[in-house]
């Protein structure tokens, strides 16, 4: 968990330990598949978020209290009338 969790924060003293603590864990042949799978993630989010994609009812229904905070809503890939 801290190892994704350094992976999108910005720290690189907390970034270095958590490849530490995967590395010791899980040797370095694991980190790299750890590493792989984190970015992975990440281009399948951007993937998704470069198509289009539509987000299911249920994450529309969750999320709209922040999509309107931030305005979300208000952009023409928005989907909106």
């Not at 999509?67 to 952009?75: A, S, T, V, Y």
């Amino acid at each position: 968990m801290e190892f994704s969790a350094a992976v999108v924060d910005n720290d690189d003293a907390r970034m270095a330990a958590a490849r530490a603590a995967v590395i010791d864990a899980v040797g370095e042949a694991g980190f790299v598949d750890a590493a792989a799978i984190a970015s992975t993630f990440n281009a399948i989010d951007r993937v998704a978020d470069s198509t289009g994609m539509p987000l299911s009812e249920q994450v529309l229904e969750e999320t709209a209290a922040i999509r309107e905070e931030l305005g979300l809503n208000d952009f023409l890939t928005a989907g909106g009338d």
